[in-house]
């Protein structure tokens, strides 16, 4: 059964860090794609980063590019979310996922990944 756990939430002011973990377990799959997605009060899911099973291929939002770092630790299934320069929009509640079907090398949508974890807040202060 495939769990993502995500954690590293927290609140912090603006121009601050937060750096946000996603374990998995249960992967029955070698090939397949991480993606860190956000939802806040009122809005739609929107995408955030997304890296590949080898880490050897990366996209983010234009809204992070420059400012998040999407990273994983192979060995462990861990995907990592290095979140510098934070600003108050970037508040909201932040779900990793994963896709293993790969229509997409890079998947940015949403209802492109099979598994969800259950989110974990970034509150930002302006």
């Known amino acids: 059964q495939v769990q993502l756990v995500e954690s590293g939430g927290g609140s912090v002011q603006a121009g601050g860090s937060l750096r946000l973990s996603c374990a998995a377990s249960?992967?029955?799959?070698?090939?397949?794609?991480f993606g860190w997605f956000r939802q806040a009060p009122g809005k739609e899911r929107e995408f955030v980063a997304t890296i590949v099973w080898s880490g050897a291929g990366t996209a983010y939002a234009n809204s992070v590019k420059g400012r998040f770092t999407i990273s994983r630790d192979s060995p462990n299934d861990t995907m990592n979310l290095q979140m510098n320069s934070l600003k108050p929009e970037d508040t909201a509640i932040y779900y990793c996922?994963?896709?293993?079907?790969?229509?997409?090398?890079?998947?940015?949508?949403?209802?492109?990944?099979?598994?969800w974890g259950q989110g974990t807040q970034v509150t930002v202060s302006s």
């Open positions: 996922a994963v896709d293993y079907h790969l229509y997409s090398i890079l998947p940015q949508r949403a209802d492109e990944y099979d598994f």
């Open positions: 249960g992967l029955p799959f070698t090939t397949y794609a």
